[in-house]
Structure formats: structure tokens, C-alpha cells
């Protein structure tokens, strides 16, 4: 699968302007071709106002995890305060912008022996379900879908399925021509 169709499949409810950020993982089975549709899409990207960074690199296994997220509403996001004190509270220090935010996120990933649950919070995830998730250690829910819903399922269940069927148009756009550059939202 072509990093574009990646991104589509992945990352539409975040070119569409649905949602703040998507992540995924990628395993490239040409590692220069990889590299070359990367910066490809990046500079795409940069000219509507979203970011596509790496996140995290395995050596062992050559897979990454691709973050795809909109510079405008991912700096609101973690610049409200509720955001900003339960990433302090989970031993984030302060941050000038959302780069250095990501750079601890990154190293967190890198360097943490369990998975940094926080990153919900980073994906625009309700801050009540991130905090539900950790709290239940992933049980007890109230819905899942693309994420474990610990509030109000019918709310979840609306917005999971704004997801899949934007997922659906852009897979079907994309599959008759339309490019990532037509696809994205400008931020």
C-alpha cells in the first residue's frame, strides 16, 4: 500500500477537517521509496495546513508510526487547560508549542516500557474517555469503536460513524482519481 492510500485509509476523518490528528503504523517494504513518498506527501501537506511527522522508528522491524495532524487545532487542543494540566499531571513538562509537546510524546514512545495511553488526548480523543481509559485499563466501557468511549456512547457512536463514512467517501474518491491534494480540507 502506497503511503497515499495509507493516508487514506487511516487519516481521512483528519484530511477532511473531522478531526485534529490520526496515527498510524507503516511498514514499507522499499525503505528509500518510503522515504521519497513521505516528503512527497509532507510538502503536500504543509501547503493546507496540516503536518505528517514520524513519531517513532523501529530498527528491528523497519515500521513507523506515521502522525498526521492539523497544526491550527492540535496547538488550541493542547493549549486548553484541561488538556495542558492532565499532561502535566502525566509528567509532561511545560511546552512552548505543539512540536515540543510531540517531541516528549515521541520520546515517550521510544523509551516507556507500557504504551503512553495520554495519546488519545493527542488524536483529539474526549479527554473524559482518555482519563476513563486509564483509569478502567481498558475495560468497562460504555462503547467501543475507534477508541473505548467511558462518557456518553450515543455521542461516540455518532462520531465513529462520521469516521467510517468519511473513511468510505475518500477511499471511493481516491480509487476514481481524486488526489490527496483534492481530498484535504485546507486548514
Not at 497515499?4 to 477537517?17: F, M, N, R
Request: net charge positive.
Amino acid at each position: 500500500m502506497s503511503l497515499q492510500a495509507a493516508l487514506i485509509e487511516h487519516g481521512s476523518p483528519t484530511l477532511a477537517g473531522l478531526k485534529p490528528a490520526s496515527l498510524f503504523r507503516v511498514q514499507p517494504e522499499d525503505e528509500a521509496d518510503f522515504v521519497a513518498q513521505f516528503l512527497s506527501c509532507r510538502r503536500e501537506l504543509e501547503g493546507r495546513g496540516l503536518v505528517l511527522t514520524l513519531l517513532k522508528g523501529c530498527r528491528k522491524t523497519g515500521a513507523y508510526l506515521v502522525y498526521l495532524y492539523r497544526k491550527a487545532e492540535l496547538e488550541a487542543l493542547l493549549g486548553r487547560g484541561e488538556h495542558a494540566d492532565f499532561l502535566r499531571e502525566m509528567g509532561y513538562a511545560p511546552w512552548k508549542d505543539s512540536r515540543g509537546c510531540l517531541r516528549q510524546l515521541a520520546a515517550r514512545l521510544c523509551l516507556e516500557g507500557e504504551f503512553p495511553h495520554e495519546i488519545g488526548v493527542f488524536l483529539g480523543y474526549p479527554l473524559a474517555d482518555v482519563k476513563g481509559f486509564i483509569r478502567h485499563k481498558g475495560k468497562n466501557f460504555t462503547l467501543c469503536g475507534c477508541w473505548k468511549c467511558y462518557g456518553d456512547p450515543k455521542e461516540a457512536a455518532r462520531q465513529f460513524r462520521r469516521f467510517k463514512d468519511c473513511t468510505s467517501d475518500y477511499r471511493r474518491r481516491f480509487a476514481g482519481g481524486a488526489t490527496l491534494k483534492q481530498l484535504t480540507v485546507a486548514a
